[in-house]
């Protein structure tokens, strides 16, 4: 005798066999599924992946041009793996990287600092929380 499950679908028990319980259950998660899926797109927006980078300055489009341009003349010259080509390079990228680094750390120190100074110091609690 085959398993028999009870389901309550809006307050109705229905009894169904082991086949039939599957397949509505996955029914019901592709739809489910499904529904998320379709409000997620029409209401949440998407934003691009740099949109989000707000540390992002005017120094680091240079440093990341120069580091770019370094690039393309050391691929140019045959990427040569020592030299003053090869030094000029290297030394492009890491300017880039330290400055986004700093850059990074900066902003989230002050996004932190930012934070704290909206808390009140003694409970812990936002102070924009509207107190009754």
Known sequence: MPNIYILQFTYKKIKLSNNTTVLLLEIYYNE??????????????????????????????????????????????????????????????????????DAVQSYEIRFIDDLYEQTDRHTHKPSYIYRS
């Open 32 to 101: 489910i599924v499904s529904t998320l899926k379709v409000c997620s797109d029409i209401y949440i927006p998407l934003v691009r992946k740099s949109a989000m980078k707000h540390y992002w300055s005017t120094a680091l489009v240079d440093l990341k041009l120069a580091s770019i341009n370094t690039y393309d003349v050391w691929v140019l010259s045959g990427k040569p793996k020592q030299g003053p080509v090869f030094d000029v390079m290297k030394d492009a990228k890491y300017k880039y990287k330290l400055a986004v680094r």
